[in-house]
């Protein structure tokens, strides 16, 4: 029995060691990769805004998720490289993330921005998404807001005060969490004072004033792949199959069939 106890002992303590010798290398090459991203970040010229790229993020994560051994799953990575990303964010510039749910669940939203922007950056929580979009303004440069999703039907609809010519500027840049089901409907929308970027299968939603009822023939003269997803009138929410940029004539297009102020309020991508 002793020498069977000694035995696994042993090869526990074999284990252990091999574990921490993985740890040291898993902390340098955090440290090589934190270096060479202030060397790009040196050597790229400065870039009025955020430092934020989602739809690159999104790109990146997807490739990664895609090359991961097992027993990697995709929760894991993104956590990980997310945390990572957020690091080495913090180094260019301070983030401020503004939670505003209304209604909903704020400490859900808290926990939703909490795993994306990581443990370390200053995220508060202030009420209402009117709130939050307006710290936006404010601050365009250091300031994104996490707010309840705009179509979810059971937190009220704060969406119409996106068609304010104040929040014009303000665009949605993600949908959270990052990692869901195919076909289901983000829980928290990210909001910046600047346009997203295009990542593959992405969303893009429209907003426009419709008195007469007439967007999916609009939609349908312009090629659009889309679909109203919430209404109050005359404003519609739109959903569109693709990145839509917010200067895409395709938009502009949609008041010749009949919608008028049409607004791309921005895009998202899923991993």
Do not use: C
């Amino acid at each position: 029995m002793n020498d069977a106890g000694s035995d696994v002992n042993d090869v526990l303590e074999t284990i252990r060691r091999e574990i921490d010798g993985v740890d040291a290398a898993l902390l340098s090459l955090v440290a090589q990769r934190l270096q060479l991203a202030d060397k790009l970040a040196a050597v790229k010229a400065p870039q009025p805004g955020l430092p934020i790229r989602p739809g690159r993020e999104v790109a990146l994560l997807r490739r990664l998720v895609a090359a991961a051994p097992a027993p990697l799953d995709a929760d894991l990575v993104i956590e990980i490289w997310r945390t990572l990303i957020s690091a080495m964010l913090r180094r260019q510039r301070a983030i401020d993330v503004v939670v505003g749910g209304g209604r909903s669940d704020p400490m859900r939203l808290l926990d939703i921005a909490r795993r994306h922007f990581g443990a370390q950056t200053r995220i508060r929580e202030v009420g209402d998404p009117q709130i939050a979009l307006q710290k936006v303004n404010d601050n365009p440069s250091t300031t994104v807001a996490v707010t309840n999703w705009p179509a979810a039907p059971s937190f009220g609809a704060w969406w119409p005060a996106l068609s304010e010519r104040r929040f014009s500027e303000v665009h949605l840049i993600a949908g959270l969490p990052l990692n869901s089901a195919p076909g289901e409907e983000p829980e928290a929308a990210v909001f910046a004072a600047s346009p997203n970027e295009e990542a593959g299968g992405d969303i893009s939603l429209l907003l426009a004033f419709d008195p007469h009822h007439r967007v999916q023939r609009a939609l349908n003269e312009q090629g659009l792949n889309g679909r109203e997803i919430a209404r109050a009138e005359p404003r519609v929410l739109l959903r569109i199959e693709g990145f839509v940029a917010v200067d895409d004539a395709r938009a502009a297009a949609l008041a010749r069939s009949g919608l008028d102020s049409v607004r791309v309020l921005g895009s998202y991508a899923r991993v």
